[in-house]
């Protein structure tokens, strides 16, 4: 089933690029999307069919000019591969719709999203570091001409693109010394020599390539503080592209670290999970209360992804810490959270992307202070993203729960059997993993609440037109899958323990199709059962509650109360960031806004007031305080070095000449 | 927080002794409000004198409260209003809204002369009228302004406690 799925898969999305490139404007949008769907449903299939037990491995020796490329798909990389196949589907179809206008339907967009789909089916299924390299390469730069696909239209989407291609090619830089390094120390490139070999290398050795690949591998995955290009560029990418990319692009950051670290390295030392784990922590919280005080729809999913990213590598952490202290059970727990959890983040945070985008589409902004009243515009697109917004809440009912419950289960039965480390690291992962729940309500309710339901905030909210039927077919696909997971999570567990059992070999660590149970720990439970009794429970209610208002008097139509004087305006509305304001306050010190307050008295009298303006931002702070600097020294450097070339030919000539003549002499001296 | 207990200790009681219950003075809605009220206040014109007494009535030392008499913030939570001051035109329609927003059964009390029948207001040009010209009253307390007293009493007539 791989070896015709992979390559259909492959071939599929590369008709595609070719059809974005050379059809004409008129057919090309259709052709294009439907033909990556189809891609994408292919990868699906080859990646479900990989995780069943179907290896499948090719070597394609001309391929690559010396190496040759290797391809292999195993459970972990079908994982991969399945979750960017389903979320290019839902992508593709929606931006048949989305790519109408704005001049997204030119070649170059058109042709950059099959070729970036078929970069990131590519990676999960690379079984040397040359192709590896190449797949993530490609990748990095299709979504990076992705990303400034609207340049012409707004400035921001320039320095979003420039963040992110600095930080891609950093990342690639130290992905790229760490894998040469233990290549070189393997005396091979491909993924199995690399796992025959990693045993033998010396302990500093294998930490030096972890702590390089994860680092690398982190930035892609949006892990603090790597995490800066990330609420840049997602925000600035078209929709469809930011869905791919928050929803496909980061997993295979995870799938890096699981792949090196566990797979290829075979383990390693407690100190490098305890380091994924405090990274993952870090960036779990720090995502969140950024997302919580966001006012930009885009960049509060944005943050989001660096959250459940970090929560991913909680889960990672924690596996990786539990096999080293030898608990299997634990740590093929830990892990199946981890890449449930990566399954459900895909699910939700494509369906809010693009939910997002149909905001975008339909009234111009992503301004959450200027949203609102969307409910009667946008019905469809408002459901949509409530759907999203349940999900992503962790609350029962929704797909987050079911992972975050596992994850948070694998941490608290950690305390008991565990040593010191393990009683020291727990309690606060487990605070960590439930603050960053509890936020995430906070920030759901904000971006539903606020964005959608009330009144409209302004015209252009009030002019919104609701999203065409691809859109509307995109994102209920992505809806049908996240409702599917949240209810019967139970359907991809058995298929998940393959993958966590190439990383973590075990048994099944959870088992049964309606109720989930941990095994060789006590903990059970039914997320259909859940669901079944919140809804009996809230109908019941809602039916009693209407028995009971109407049994005694008769109703009576009121004006709703609004202190007696006239309508209530869209401005006395909460706003995001009145919504979010007590949580800025609270974590004043993390966050660091910067408000600044300016009254102007008349001229006649200090004490009446001409205007006040007042003016709040919540900048990222570790951006501020980490990268600026940096930023400013390299611009510093740069203007020094203008002295060594100030334009004249003489000084040019003898540059070379001193040069050429050093360099004989040392030749010389050398010799 | 030690000071504070310690001058709780030390001032003892103030509240006055309860006089004898009067009769109840709206005895079928005394029933229905079950010896219960709650009170939105609404200043419809008037000069704060009878405000002062009424902060004083709900007071530790006359302490309508211990009545079943309390006051509220929304009239959405409201039995009764208390009203206050001569209807100025600015307030005519939120006076009237008010009313509007509180759940049947209710109970309008307009409370001091000006309430009743303008007071020293009448026929001034910003005034519409009595509070009896803009909503149904059911209660009146006399004074210009009432005494703390009269006003507990009439609350009290109310609950009938
Ligand atoms: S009744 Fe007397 S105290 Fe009360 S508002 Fe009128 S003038 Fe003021």
Redesign the pocket.
Known sequence: MTSVAFPAALGLTLLAAVAGLVLPRGPRRVTAGVLTAGGGAAAVVAGAAAMRGGDWSARLPGLLPLAGARLALDPLGGLFLAVTGAVAVCAALYGIGYTRHGGLDGRVPQTMVPVFLAAMTLVPAAASVSTFLLAWELMALASLLLVVAEHRSRDEVRAAGLWYAVMTHLGLVVILGGLAGFAAAAHSESFEGLRAAADGLPAAGRGAVFLAVFAGFASKAGIAPLHVWLPRAHPEAPSHVSALMSAAMVNLGVYGIVRVGFDLLGGGAAWWWLLVLAAGGASALYGILQAAVAGDLKRLLAYSTCENMGLVLVGVGASGLFAVSGARALSALALTAALLHIVNHAGFKTLLFLAAGSVLHGTGTRDLDALGGLRTTMPATTALFGVGALMASALPLGNGFVSEWLLLQSLIHALPSGGTLTAVTMPPAVAVVALSAGLAIATFVKAFGVGFLARPRSSAAERAREAPAPMLAGMAVAALCCVLLAISPGAVLPALARSVAVAAPGPDAVTGPVTLHLTGLAGTMSPLLIAAFLLVAVVGLLALLRVAATRRTARRRARLWDCGAGPMSARMEYTATSFAEPLQRVFDDVLAPETDLDVTPLKESAYLVNSVTYRTRVGDRIEHRLYRPVLTAAARAGEAARGLANGSVHRYVGYGFYTFTGLLIALAVIR | MRDLFRKIRKTGRVAQDAPRAPEPVLPERARDLGGSVQIRHVDA?????????IASAFGPVYDAERYGARQVASPRHADALLV???VTRNMEMALRRTYEAVPEPKVVIA??????NC???AEAYGVVGAVGDVVPVDLEIP????EPEAIVAALRGLTGR
């Open positions: 014109g008037s000069c704060n004198g009878c405000e002062v007494e206050t001051g001569p409370l001091g002369d000006c309430a009743r007071g020293v207001f004074g210009c302004p009432p």
